[in-house]
């Protein structure tokens, strides 16, 4: 109140308007290239947060545990144990089946994603070694065409489906994406069908298979190899679901919950196995394929009989 | 059967064609007063009829959605009905709910019994709600799952009839996992070892329509449309507006002919001249010809072929380099 008294009413005005505008300021994360290269700050407590400490914190908030978006190099990194990732497919590119044009050339808009997110399309695979057990390993990357599933990407998935199948071992794939690629039209849709029937003949061999769920999964992706997982598992505070909430905003006309297809939502309904936060992730899915690995007294029985056995090795 | 006895509606783009047809009918009745009016009448035929054919044989992809979405076009119980009076229609996903929107059928086609499932649109309001405007909610996918599985236990095919704006977004959908339901069925259909034969009878919206599309043969109505996403829904997403519809639908290649160039449809079945909703007899027929045909073929496959047949159908779509 003495501070009131000793300013006239239009300092007190100015004043009141200036810390509106700093709060305002303080809302908006930094967009500046430079301080993004070192700082970055937390979507969800809006902590400034220095870039290397959040990578060796693997892009989780220290303070809030908010999950940044991770990239399909920097998941490989997480998850596979170092220097093992032997990728495959590497140079498959995406064709123009449907000589797409909306604003812009869809062979032009192929280039572009390309240059920002220094991929080729939006998953990588992979055979790796994930604390020591073999497994196929297929990331998506967000950052690539919004993560979106065209022929490629249907592709590859397939064929690391069809690697894991042949070697016997688990497969994970780590899904990001925005749904199937409007580009490429029908062909897009299709890769659903034909991920969901590689999945089909995998899920007769007896193998695992884990699906990952990171921030976003929606549309055809969620739709397809990403909900057939033995495990789901949805990384904290991701979105998923199939319809985007805007699109259910303006279908049912009436707000939807709050934390409405966030991982914590699908665990409720039933939907996932369980959230398991990042700096967890590996170790989890090391004891899932241990736990599944066949007994090895089953494999000794076998070598009595002299039978070569898969389970063996390691 | 439902036959429609009113004409039928004209659509935008043949409103020249509907003003003439009043001009003709018009001049018809003052014809007992003045028979001189024939010739004009004749004239007046000739330009209707040539018109027609320009019209029809010049249609733009848009064109084809306005048809495929035609309010009196021929829905699934309509063609079961035509196919086999005696359908027997069956209800449920035995998980507490009987969706509307996926009608299950015994049918007996030709002396072929099968298993059927497809998307109903509904006639009136009251009707269109039962149905939720065609959209499946999850517990429609499992009803046609139920009904996959049990055509797989008696060794009957399957034949799926698609006509859908797409699956149904909404609240309760996605609580009962929408995406879950679309993914099963995709792989268990993929794994079935009886003939599956699917025929797009109209719209075929996305990921709605695939859940129930993997079959050996896959076949599209002259006017149907087939695509990845709702036409509107790209045209807001890629050029951010609402009438670029008709852009999308160009962009997208979502009509018969455009889908069997790519390859990912086995045929294209043809309509009567302006569409199946003016002729719902012949459309039926053409219709049910296609089936029995595919039918017979794959019924002298194995089971494990079958499978086969489908799974590597499938795994050839795609286009890369």
């Not at chain 1, 700050?41 to 870039?51: G, K, N």
């Not at chain 1, 144990?81 to 000589?99: C, K, Q, V």
């Not at chain 1, 709050?258 to 989890?284: I, P």
């Not at chain 2, 028979?35 to 992809?61: A, H, I, T, V, W």
Request: with cysteine.
């Amino acid at each position: 109140m003495e501070e009131l008294e000793e300013m006239d009413l239009k300092d007190w005005f100015a004043s009141r308007q200036k810390r509106k505008e700093i709060q305002e300021v303080i809302k908006q994360p930094l967009t500046t290239d430079e301080y993004c290269a070192l700082w970055k700050q937390c979507f969800q407590c809006r902590e400034l947060l220095y870039t290397r400490d959040l990578r060796t914190n693997l892009d989780v908030c220290p303070k809030c545990d908010y999950h940044f978006r991770v990239g399909a190099l920097d998941r490989i990194e997480q998850l596979a144990d170092e220097g093992s990732f032997d990728e495959l497919d590497a140079d498959m590119r995406s064709s123009d089946p449907l000589t797409f044009f909306d604003t812009e050339a869809y062979v032009k808009r192929q280039d572009e994603a390309t240059r920002k997110s220094g991929l080729r399309e939006a998953v990588l695979t992979g055979l790796c070694r994930i604390d020591g057990h073999e497994a196929a390993l297929g990331c998506m990357d967000f950052g690539h065409f919004g993560g979106s599933m065209g022929s490629v990407v249907g592709e590859k998935v397939t064929r690391l489906t069809e690697a894991a199948l042949e070697r016997n071992s688990p497969l994970i794939v780590v899904s990001s994406s925005g749904g199937a690629r409007m580009q490429e039209g029908i062909l897009s849709l299709m890769q659903m069908a034909k991920t969901s029937s590689a999945l089909k003949s995998f899920a007769d061999s007896g193998n695992l298979y884990i699906s990952i769920l990171t921030e976003p999964t929606f549309g055809g992706v969620t739709a397809s190899f990403a909900m057939l997982g033995d495990f789901i598992i949805a990384e904290p505070g991701a979105r998923i679901g199939f319809a985007g909430r805007r699109v259910i905003e303006q279908t049912i006309r009436q707000k939807l919950p709050a934390d409405f297809q966030t991982a914590e939502y699908l665990l409720k309904h039933g939907h996932v196995d369980m959230v398991v936060s990042r700096n967890k992730l590996k170790e989890t899915l090391a004891r899932l394929i241990a736990f599944h690995k066949p007994a090895p007294k089953v494999a000794a029985e076998k070598k009595v009989s002299g039978e070569p056995s898969a389970a063996g090795r390691t | 059967m439902a036959t429609v006895e009113k004409k039928p509606i004209p659509l935008e783009f043949e409103q020249p064609l509907a003003i003439l047809a009043q001009n003709m009918e018009a001049l018809e009745k003052q014809l007992s007063d003045n028979p001189e009016l024939e010739g004009d009448l004749e004239r007046m035929q000739d330009q209707y009829n040539s018109l027609k054919r320009s019209l029809y044989s010049n249609l733009r992809p848009i064109d084809h959605l306005a048809i495929a979405r035609h309010p009196q076009r021929p829905y699934t119980r309509d063609y079961f009905s035509t196919w086999d009076p005696g359908w027997v229609e069956l209800h449920g996903d035995r998980k507490g709910v009987d969706d509307g929107a996926m009608v299950g059928a015994l049918l007996e086609i030709d002396g072929i019994k099968m298993v059927a499932v497809g998307t109903q649109k509904g006639r009136t309001l009251r009707d269109k709600q039962h149905c939720n405007f065609g959209m499946p909610q999850p517990e429609g996918y499992r009803k046609a799952l139920r009904l996959f599985h049990h055509a797989n236990k008696f060794h009957l095919p399957i034949l799926c009839l698609i006509d859908t704006p797409g699956a149904y977004p909404g609240l309760t959908a996605e609580e009962h996992n929408q995406s879950q339901a679309i993914a099963e069925n995709l792989m268990e259909l993929a794994g079935v070892t009886v003939p599956v034969v699917a025929a797009v009878t109209g719209e075929g919206g996305s990921g709605g329509a695939l859940a129930i599309g993997v079959a050996n043969r896959i076949l599209m109505l002259e006017h149907s449309v087939y695509s990845v996403i709702t036409p509107e829904g790209c045209a807001s997403i890629l050029w951010r507006s609402n009438d670029k519809v008709s852009e999308a639908c160009q962009a997208m290649k979502m009509t018969a002919k455009e889908i069997l160039q790519l390859g990912v449809i086995d045929q294209v079945i043809s309509e009567p001249l302006g569409g199946a909703h003016h002729d719902y007899q012949t459309a039926a027929e053409n219709l049910k010809k296609a089936i029995v045909a595919q039918m017979t073929e794959l019924l002298k496959l194995t089971p494990e072929q079958v499978r086969k047949d489908r799974q590597d159908k499938f795994r050839r779509f795609g286009s890369f380099r």
